[in-house]
Structure formats: C-alpha cells, structure tokens
C-alpha cells in the first residue's frame, strides 16, 4: 500500500504504479481497451530497440507510451462541445474512420479547432511529467506529442528535426496496435505504410513491417508481468503523490475540481472521528482520491445532463464503480485502494451499484467513503443543481440513513460540528503568493469552467479585467491552458 502521511495528508507510491493508473485512466477516456498503453509501450520499446535507438531514448518511448494520453482528460470538454460524444469520437479519430472530422465544419474546420484541443493536451501532459520528476526528454516529447514528420502535425506544425524521435516511435507503435485490433495485421501495416514519411519516418514503417509478426504473436501471450518488466525505468522507481491522480481524473469535468482530494481527505477525517487506525486512514484516503478513475469512460454530454438520464446512459454511470476495480489490476500499489474505491456508490439496502452489495458486505471503510462522497458532491455545484447548504445536505444524509441506505454511525461522524468540507493544503501552498488575491479568486471560478463572462459576473468585475487576470496568472505559472493552470492550481493546494 502506498505511504501514507497522517499530519500532512499527503500520500506516495512509485511513479510507475502512477504511471499505470494514468495510462488506464487515459485508455478509457480514448475508448480503448484498458490494456492499451501497456501494449502499445512494449510493442514501441520493441520498435525503439529494433530502430537502433539509444538506452535514454528507449527509457524515453517507454515513459511517453504509457503517458501520451495522460491529457485527456483535459481536453474532454472541448471534444463534448464539438463532438457530442468525446469518447466515441476519439475512437473513430484512432481508427482513421471516414468522416470522423465531419462535425468539425460547423466550427471552421479542423484547423480552427483541433490545434487548441491538442494545445491543451500537451500541455497537461508535459507537466503531468514534469509533476512526476521524469526526464526533459519526456516532458518535451509528450509536449509535442501530435506531431508529424511531414511538419503537418498538431498543434503548431514543428519541423521534424525539432520533434523527438520517441514521438515517431511511440505513433507508429500506438497505430499498429489501434488498427490491428481493429482490421487485423495485414491491413494494419498496409495503413501504417500510407503513412510513412508523413506521420512517421519511412525507415521506422520499414523496421515495423519487418518484425510485426512475431511482435504481435509475442503480444498476444504477454502477461501484465511481462508489461511491467518490459516497461518500468529507474526514473518511475521514485517516489511521488498519488494525489496528481485524482487531479488528472477530475480535469474531465471542470465542476468536479478538487472533488477527489475533499472526498478523500474528508473520509480521513472521518475515519478519525469513528476511532479507526492508521491504517484504515490510510486507506480510505487513498480510495476517496481514486474512486473516479471508471468516470472517464462515460462520456462528458451524459455527465453534462440537467434531466433523467435514459437508460442507456445510467448503465454506463452504473460502470463507473466496475471500471475503477478493473483499475486494480493493472495498478501495483494501488490494488487494494481500488478495490475499496469501487464500493463508492454502493448502498446497504443493496440499492447501490456496481454490485448492489449489501449491508453485511459492506466493511466500515467502504461505508465511510459511500458516504463522504454524498457528502462533498451534495455541498458542490454540479450542472443540475445548485449546492446545498450545509444543513440541507445533512439532511439529505440523514434521509438517506432513514431509508437504510447509508450507515448511521458514518452519518453522525461526518455531520458532526457542522464539519466543513476538508482539503489538506500542500507543502507548496504558500507558493499562492506567486498570485495576487483577485487572481486565485479568477483562477478558482474559471477552474470549474466558467467562461471570462461568467466569472466576472460572479466577482463582479469587468470581463476586460477577468481576462487581465487570466493572462497574468498563464504568464505567472508558465502554461497557456486553463486545463494545464488548474493542473497546477491543484498540485499547490489553492484550489
């Protein structure tokens, strides 16, 4: 289990056991089997090998093969708002589906959207590395991560000689993987080879083509041990903070911005109150900070909805909790913490899901996180509703423990004292004066995805002077995203 620092809040694991969460993280945002990253970084660190390329390159494409989607979450808003369906697009977009950037005409066309939504990408994906004390090399290749070798790539057309090779690798590598899954080998190298000497060198597509088949057999019997040895470098044998990883899971929706980190620092908290032991602390905080791993699957528009959710919809809310558990399998340290994460929206009347679990199989700690989660998300602002107060929220809990389905000791312990919604600060919270009051004031509302209008209807001040604010707190931390702001934001414990 990973440590777990009982003052402070703060908890670490291996960076490759974060890693592998946010690269399952990242293939089900992208639509893709949840072992995706993993093949696609051995088949690019066989690629890497073949190609000639040194032993820090190769560290390089096995870092940035299991991160190239660590952005995703990032831009899954811009995609809804285009597309509709951010996930369904995206699988469409990998497989090369005909028309896939139809909708995009009503927008300008592709030029007029797609650099800003890949702008946004990398930019969270090169500081996700840098959050993780990866090498320069990684950072810059995940910073540009949509390039192409013909220059024509996203988001700023960067001559080929300016773009890392691991970029090439781990694009080459990422679309044998996506089209033989889908279209089988043979057609697979015949669409990697129209795209040799645009999208990647023509000598890499020679070196693939020479050695896909035994590569893809290969694939075929490897076991997640075999990935984990196949992909792990000294660098992601550090230590970090697991809390970068509910940071990257709430990107998704900006209304849930810093949901995970109260949910699980309140359920410490609570976890306290009833007496339970350090332990238990331990992993009840690191369960609150994960449990919304499944939700990147579901769709942005389904999230987004004022009404009822149809049925169609609701079964994939319904797998939020499913997906999280599948999470532990492939994420080391982070197994039983996941496990425990899937029971967040269990009930004891047996009402809840994934599992519809029961009282008796439901454990205290399970209890705990069902409810703090209640708890943070009915104090929050969410698109169908306003925050509750306080008092109303408890006594939504308190109606809840009525009708059987949340634990009455668990109740008590959280609505106690009017107890706030916690959120530890981190050690680099005093770096909140690098910001001016009015700009983490800016920075907070436009977090949650308020546009310059809207935010300066809600500080009451001019949209000019919003918009003044936002471009000295871009220029202040050295991002140019929203997306990549809030990352940070998030990191110093401001927001």
């Given at each position: 289990m990973p440590k777990f620092d009982i003052e402070t809040g703060q908890t670490?694991?291996?960076?490759?056991?974060?890693?592998?969460?946010?690269?399952?993280?990242?293939?089900?945002?992208?639509?893709?089997?949840?072992?995706?990253?993993?093949?696609?970084?051995?088949?690019?660190?066989?690629?890497?090998?073949?190609?000639?390329?040194?032993?820090?390159?190769?560290?390089?494409?096995?870092?940035?093969?299991?991160?190239?989607?660590?952005?995703?979450?990032?831009?899954?808003?811009?995609?809804?708002?285009?597309?509709?369906?951010?996930?369904?697009?995206?699988?469409?977009?990998?497989?090369?589906?005909?028309?896939?950037?139809?909708?995009?005409?009503?927008?300008?066309?592709?030029?007029?959207?797609?650099?800003?939504?890949?702008?946004?990408?990398?930019?969270?994906?090169?500081?996700?590395?840098?959050?993780?004390?990866?090498?320069?090399?990684?950072?810059?290749?995940?910073?540009?991560?949509f390039e192409a070798w013909d220059g024509a790539g996203l988001p700023a057309n960067v001559a080929r000689d300016m773009v890392p090779m691991p970029v090439f690798v781990v694009a080459l590598a990422g679309d044998l993987e996506i089209f033989t899954r889908a279209y089988g080998l043979e057609r697979a190298l015949g669409l990697i080879g129209q795209r040799a000497g645009t999208r990647y060198p023509g000598r890499l597509v020679e070196t693939a083509a020479r050695n896909a088949v035994g590569w893809v057999a290969e694939l075929e019997r490897a076991s997640l041990a075999d990935f984990d040895a196949a992909l792990t470098t000294s660098d992601m044998q550090r230590l970090t903070s697991a809390e970068l990883i509910a940071d990257v899971i709430d990107l998704k929706l900006p209304w849930m911005t810093g949901f995970s980190r109260a949910v699980a620092a309140t359920a410490a908290v609570c976890c306290a109150r009833l007496a339970l032991d350090e332990a238990a602390q331990a992993r009840v905080y690191h369960a609150g900070l994960i449990h919304g791993i499944g939700r990147a699957a579901v769709p942005n528009d389904v999230w987004n909805q004022h009404g009822p959710l149809a049925a169609s919809a609701w079964e994939k809310v319904r797998?939020?909790?499913?997906?999280?558990?599948?999470?532990?399998?492939?994420?080391?340290?982070?197994?039983?913490?996941?496990?425990?994460?899937?029971?967040?929206?269990?009930?004891?009347?047996?009402?809840?899901?994934?599992?519809?679990?029961?009282?008796?199989?439901?454990?205290?700690?399970?209890?705990?996180?069902?409810?703090?989660?209640?708890?943070?998300?009915?104090?929050?602002?969410?698109?169908?509703?306003?925050?509750?107060?306080?008092?109303?929220?408890?006594?939504?809990?308190?109606?809840?423990?009525?009708?059987?389905?949340?634990?009455?000791?668990?109740?008590?312990?959280?609505?106690?004292?009017?107890?706030?919604?916690?959120?530890?600060?981190?050690?680099?919270?005093?770096?909140?004066?690098?910001?001016?009051?009015?700009?983490?004031?800016?920075?907070?509302?436009?977090?949650?995805?308020?546009?310059?209008?809207?935010?300066?209807?809600?500080?009451?001040?001019?949209p000019s002077t919003v918009r003044t604010h936002v471009e000295s707190v871009f220029r202040k931390l050295e991002c140019s995203t929203r997306a990549a702001a809030t990352l940070k934001a998030s990191a110093m414990g401001w927001l």
């Open positions: 670490a694991l291996r960076v490759f056991d974060s890693v592998r969460a946010l690269a399952f993280i990242g293939d089900l945002s992208m639509g893709q089997p949840t072992d995706h990253s993993l093949r696609t970084g051995w088949l690019a660190a066989r690629l890497a090998q073949a190609a000639g390329l040194d032993s820090r390159a190769c560290d390089t494409v096995r870092e940035v093969a299991l991160l190239r989607w660590s952005g995703c979450t990032a831009n899954a808003a811009g995609f809804a708002q285009v597309f509709g369906d951010d996930i369904a697009i995206r699988v469409a977009m990998l497989e090369g589906r005909p028309g896939w950037a139809e909708p995009l005409e009503a927008f300008g066309g592709a030029g007029a959207v797609m650099p800003a939504l890949a702008q946004t990408h990398c930019e969270v994906a090169g500081e996700i590395a840098r959050m993780l004390a990866l090498s320069s090399d990684t950072e810059a290749a995940l910073r540009n991560i797998l939020v909790p499913y997906w999280t558990a599948r999470a532990g399998k492939q994420t080391g340290a982070l197994g039983e913490a996941a496990e425990l994460a899937s029971y967040a929206y269990e009930r004891q009347d047996g009402s809840g899901y994934f599992r519809g679990a029961g009282d008796s199989a439901l454990p205290l700690e399970a209890r705990v996180l069902a409810a703090s989660v209640a708890w943070v998300a009915l104090r929050a602002t969410r698109p169908w509703r306003a925050a509750l107060s306080t008092d109303a929220a408890a006594q939504t809990l308190r109606n809840e423990v009525a009708g059987g389905r949340l634990c009455d000791e668990v109740v008590s312990a959280l609505v106690a004292g009017d107890a706030p919604v916690v959120r530890r600060p981190t050690k680099n919270a005093s770096q909140g004066s690098l910001l001016s009051v009015r700009e983490l004031d800016v920075l907070r509302v436009i977090s949650r995805g308020a546009s310059n209008k809207e935010a300066a209807r809600e500080l009451t001040m001019s």
